[in-house]
Protein backbone atom coordinates (compact mmCIF):
# COMPACT_ATOMS: atom_id res chain seq x y z
CA UNK A 1 0.00 0.00 0.00
CA UNK A 2 1.19 3.56 -1.16
CA UNK A 3 0.24 6.69 0.49
CA UNK A 4 0.51 9.95 -1.32
CA UNK A 5 0.18 13.26 -0.50
CA UNK A 6 -1.16 15.62 -3.34
CA UNK A 7 -1.34 19.08 -2.80
CA UNK A 8 -5.01 21.38 -3.91
CA UNK A 9 -5.84 25.13 -3.51
CA UNK A 10 -3.04 26.78 -1.34
CA UNK A 11 -1.86 24.32 1.16
CA UNK A 12 -4.61 21.44 1.42
CA UNK A 13 -2.97 17.82 1.23
CA UNK A 14 -5.68 15.16 -0.52
CA UNK A 15 -4.45 11.91 0.57
CA UNK A 16 -3.90 9.34 -2.11
CA UNK A 17 -4.10 5.77 -0.76
CA UNK A 18 -3.35 3.01 -3.44
CA UNK A 19 -3.67 -0.91 -3.33
CA UNK A 20 -2.99 -2.09 -6.31
CA UNK A 21 -4.41 -0.74 -9.17
CA UNK A 22 -7.35 1.08 -6.84
CA UNK A 23 -6.97 3.89 -4.56
CA UNK A 24 -8.49 5.97 -2.09
CA UNK A 25 -9.04 9.81 -1.87
CA UNK A 26 -9.62 11.94 1.32
CA UNK A 27 -11.16 14.72 1.61
CA UNK A 28 -11.01 16.33 -2.11
CA UNK A 29 -10.99 19.64 -2.26
CA UNK A 30 -10.32 20.06 -6.14
CA UNK A 31 -11.42 16.91 -8.24
CA UNK A 32 -8.50 18.00 -10.84
CA UNK A 33 -5.30 16.93 -9.42
CA UNK A 34 -7.04 13.39 -8.19
CA UNK A 35 -8.41 13.00 -11.93
CA UNK A 36 -4.38 13.70 -12.90
CA UNK A 37 -2.90 11.18 -10.04
CA UNK A 38 -5.07 8.57 -11.26
CA UNK A 39 -4.34 8.96 -15.31
CA UNK A 40 -0.40 8.85 -14.34
CA UNK A 41 -1.15 6.07 -12.27
CA UNK A 42 -3.49 4.33 -13.88
CA UNK A 43 -5.83 3.56 -11.26
CA UNK A 44 -9.61 3.77 -10.62
CA UNK A 45 -10.85 5.34 -7.53
CA UNK A 46 -12.85 2.61 -5.52
CA UNK A 47 -13.21 5.20 -2.35
CA UNK A 48 -13.74 8.59 -1.10
CA UNK A 49 -13.40 9.48 2.55
CA UNK A 50 -14.82 12.53 3.44
CA UNK A 51 -13.76 14.24 7.45
CA UNK A 52 -16.17 17.34 7.22
CA UNK A 53 -18.25 19.59 5.40
CA UNK A 54 -16.00 22.41 4.55
CA UNK A 55 -15.56 23.19 1.21
CA UNK A 56 -11.81 22.92 0.75
CA UNK A 57 -12.32 19.14 1.86
CA UNK A 58 -15.62 17.87 -0.36
CA UNK A 59 -15.04 20.64 -3.03
CA UNK A 60 -14.48 18.12 -5.46
CA UNK A 61 -16.10 15.51 -4.45
CA UNK A 62 -19.15 15.48 -6.76
CA UNK A 63 -16.82 15.92 -9.84
CA UNK A 64 -15.71 12.81 -8.61
CA UNK A 65 -18.86 11.01 -8.44
CA UNK A 66 -20.03 11.49 -11.88
CA UNK A 67 -16.61 10.51 -13.38
CA UNK A 68 -16.82 7.01 -11.09
CA UNK A 69 -20.22 6.51 -10.06
CA UNK A 70 -19.93 2.72 -8.57
CA UNK A 71 -17.18 4.20 -5.89
CA UNK A 72 -18.45 5.25 -2.88
CA UNK A 73 -18.24 8.29 -1.07
CA UNK A 74 -18.09 8.14 2.79
CA UNK A 75 -19.36 10.99 5.24
CA UNK A 76 -21.06 12.22 8.06
CA UNK A 77 -24.80 12.72 8.17
CA UNK A 78 -24.09 16.28 7.16
CA UNK A 79 -22.17 15.45 4.13
CA UNK A 80 -24.50 15.69 1.38
CA UNK A 81 -22.53 14.22 -1.43
CA UNK A 82 -22.10 10.95 0.36
CA UNK A 83 -23.27 7.86 -0.58
CA UNK A 84 -22.86 5.83 2.34
CA UNK A 85 -23.43 7.81 6.15
CA UNK A 86 -20.52 6.73 8.67
CA UNK A 87 -20.91 7.35 12.54
CA UNK A 88 -18.57 6.60 15.34
CA UNK A 89 -17.78 3.30 15.42
CA UNK A 90 -18.49 2.30 11.11
CA UNK A 91 -16.45 0.16 9.47
CA UNK A 92 -15.39 -0.85 6.59
CA UNK A 93 -12.47 -2.23 4.00
CA UNK A 94 -10.01 -1.26 2.27
CA UNK A 95 -7.03 -3.07 -0.01
CA UNK A 96 -5.84 -5.69 2.63
CA UNK A 97 -6.73 -3.36 5.61
CA UNK A 98 -9.68 -2.22 7.61
CA UNK A 99 -11.09 1.27 8.17
CA UNK A 100 -12.54 2.15 11.36
CA UNK A 101 -14.38 5.82 11.90
CA UNK A 102 -13.91 7.57 15.04
CA UNK A 103 -15.66 10.26 15.40
CA UNK A 104 -13.03 13.46 16.42
CA UNK A 105 -15.57 16.81 16.86
CA UNK A 106 -14.11 20.02 17.95
CA UNK A 107 -13.36 21.95 14.87
CA UNK A 108 -16.60 21.01 13.32
CA UNK A 109 -19.83 19.24 15.67
CA UNK A 110 -19.93 16.41 13.21
CA UNK A 111 -16.00 15.77 12.04
CA UNK A 112 -14.90 12.31 11.73
CA UNK A 113 -11.52 10.40 11.13
CA UNK A 114 -10.71 7.41 9.22
CA UNK A 115 -8.13 4.93 11.06
CA UNK A 116 -6.48 2.17 8.68
CA UNK A 117 -5.14 -0.36 9.80
CA UNK A 118 -3.30 -2.86 8.17
CA UNK A 119 -0.13 -5.41 7.73
CA UNK A 120 2.47 -1.67 8.02
CA UNK A 121 0.30 -0.12 11.08
CA UNK A 122 -2.38 2.34 12.01
CA UNK A 123 -3.00 5.22 9.67
CA UNK A 124 -4.66 8.00 11.01
CA UNK A 125 -6.66 10.55 8.39
CA UNK A 126 -7.35 13.06 10.83
CA UNK A 127 -8.79 16.02 8.09
CA UNK A 128 -8.36 19.26 10.10
CA UNK A 129 -8.38 18.01 13.97
CA UNK A 130 -5.04 17.22 14.14
CA UNK A 131 -2.06 19.48 12.57
CA UNK A 132 1.57 18.75 13.04
CA UNK A 133 2.51 20.80 16.21
CA UNK A 134 -0.85 22.26 16.17
CA UNK A 135 -4.97 21.16 16.33
CA UNK A 136 -8.02 22.94 13.57
CA UNK A 137 -9.77 26.33 15.21
CA UNK A 138 -13.07 25.46 16.77
CA UNK A 139 -16.11 26.62 14.10
CA UNK A 140 -19.11 24.24 14.65
CA UNK A 141 -17.52 22.15 17.63
CA UNK A 142 -16.38 22.99 20.75
CA UNK A 143 -13.45 23.64 22.76
CA UNK A 144 -14.16 20.78 24.98
CA UNK A 145 -15.00 18.32 22.03
CA UNK A 146 -11.54 19.37 21.00
CA UNK A 147 -9.71 18.63 23.75
CA UNK A 148 -11.47 14.92 24.27
CA UNK A 149 -10.25 14.28 20.70
CA UNK A 150 -6.48 14.77 21.39
CA UNK A 151 -6.75 12.58 24.56
CA UNK A 152 -8.30 9.45 22.41
CA UNK A 153 -5.77 10.30 19.48
CA UNK A 154 -2.93 10.58 22.49
CA UNK A 155 -3.88 6.90 23.60
CA UNK A 156 -2.76 5.19 20.22
CA UNK A 157 0.41 2.88 19.80
CA UNK A 158 3.84 5.92 19.66
CA UNK A 159 4.17 4.62 16.26
CA UNK A 160 0.99 5.43 14.75
CA UNK A 161 0.93 7.95 11.64
CA UNK A 162 -1.15 11.02 10.94
CA UNK A 163 -2.16 12.67 7.66
CA UNK A 164 -3.34 15.87 8.55
CA UNK A 165 -5.29 17.64 5.46
CA UNK A 166 -3.03 21.09 5.46
CA UNK A 167 0.86 21.70 5.50
CA UNK A 168 0.42 23.99 8.50
CA UNK A 169 3.70 22.43 10.10
CA UNK A 170 6.31 25.74 9.87
CA UNK A 171 4.30 28.39 10.87
CA UNK A 172 2.58 26.13 14.11
CA UNK A 173 6.22 25.52 15.19
CA UNK A 174 6.95 28.52 15.21
CA UNK A 175 3.71 29.31 17.89
CA UNK A 176 5.61 26.11 19.47
CA UNK A 177 8.53 27.26 20.17
CA UNK A 178 7.09 30.52 21.24
CA UNK A 179 5.60 28.01 24.01
CA UNK A 180 8.52 26.43 24.31
CA UNK A 181 11.50 28.54 23.79
CA UNK A 182 13.62 25.97 25.12
CA UNK A 183 12.40 22.68 23.44
CA UNK A 184 15.01 21.60 21.28
CA UNK A 185 12.66 18.87 19.40
CA UNK A 186 11.05 22.22 17.85
CA UNK A 187 13.98 23.68 16.76
CA UNK A 188 15.07 20.68 15.20
CA UNK A 189 11.82 20.39 13.54
CA UNK A 190 11.70 23.90 12.50
CA UNK A 191 14.99 23.29 10.35
CA UNK A 192 13.02 19.89 9.11
CA UNK A 193 9.92 22.02 7.90
CA UNK A 194 11.46 24.55 5.44
CA UNK A 195 11.32 21.19 3.07
CA UNK A 196 7.56 19.94 2.39
CA UNK A 197 5.45 17.75 2.78
CA UNK A 198 6.32 17.45 6.54
CA UNK A 199 3.19 14.79 6.61
CA UNK A 200 2.67 12.14 8.00
CA UNK A 201 4.02 12.45 11.25
CA UNK A 202 3.89 10.07 13.98
CA UNK A 203 2.10 10.23 17.48
CA UNK A 204 6.09 10.18 19.19
CA UNK A 205 7.39 12.98 17.45
CA UNK A 206 4.06 14.91 17.69
CA UNK A 207 4.27 14.09 21.80
CA UNK A 208 7.34 15.99 21.60
CA UNK A 209 6.36 19.00 19.56
CA UNK A 210 2.72 19.85 19.80
CA UNK A 211 1.74 21.70 22.70
CA UNK A 212 -1.49 20.80 22.49
CA UNK A 213 -0.38 17.21 23.18
CA UNK A 214 1.39 18.97 25.98
CA UNK A 215 -0.57 20.69 28.21
CA UNK A 216 -0.20 18.16 31.16
CA UNK A 217 3.32 19.41 31.66
CA UNK A 218 4.04 21.74 34.13
CA UNK A 219 6.62 24.04 32.56
CA UNK A 220 4.00 24.19 29.35
CA UNK A 221 0.91 24.87 31.65
CA UNK A 222 3.39 27.87 33.36
CA UNK A 223 4.12 29.03 30.15
CA UNK A 224 0.10 29.12 29.20
CA UNK A 225 -0.65 30.79 32.44
CA UNK A 226 1.95 33.81 32.19
CA UNK A 227 0.94 34.49 28.70
CA UNK A 228 -2.63 34.21 29.34
CA UNK A 229 -2.52 36.00 32.90
CA UNK A 230 -4.96 33.94 34.84
CA UNK A 231 -4.27 30.57 36.84
CA UNK A 232 -4.93 27.35 34.90
CA UNK A 233 -6.28 24.67 36.86
CA UNK A 234 -6.33 21.60 34.20
CA UNK A 235 -5.53 20.17 31.02
CA UNK A 236 -8.57 21.55 29.07
CA UNK A 237 -8.06 24.57 30.24
CA UNK A 238 -4.12 24.63 29.62
CA UNK A 239 -5.73 23.61 26.10
CA UNK A 240 -8.12 26.36 25.27
CA UNK A 241 -6.36 28.94 26.47
CA UNK A 242 -3.32 27.76 24.18
CA UNK A 243 -6.19 27.34 20.99
CA UNK A 244 -7.07 31.23 22.30
CA UNK A 245 -3.12 32.27 21.72
CA UNK A 246 -2.74 31.04 18.51
CA UNK A 247 -5.68 32.35 17.73
CA UNK A 248 -4.42 36.09 18.23
CA UNK A 249 -0.64 34.89 17.49
Known amino acids: MKITPVQALND ?8 GNYAACVDPSDATPVLIFLVRNRLMLAQTWVTHLHHDHIGGVQSLK ?9 GETDIDVATHTVTAGTQ ?24 LENAEGLHVFCGDTLFSAGCG ?11 DSFQRFNQLPEETLFYPAHEYTAANLRFAEFIEPENHDIQ ?21 INPFLRVDLPHVRERVEELAGKRLNSGLE ?12
Open 66 to 74: NGFMESPVY
Open 188 to 208: AALGVAEHTPTLPVTLAHERK
Open 137 to 147: RVFTGTIEELY
Open 12 to 19: NYIWMIQD
Open 92 to 115: FPFGDGLVTVWATPGHTDRHVSYL
Open 238 to 249: VFAALRELKNRF
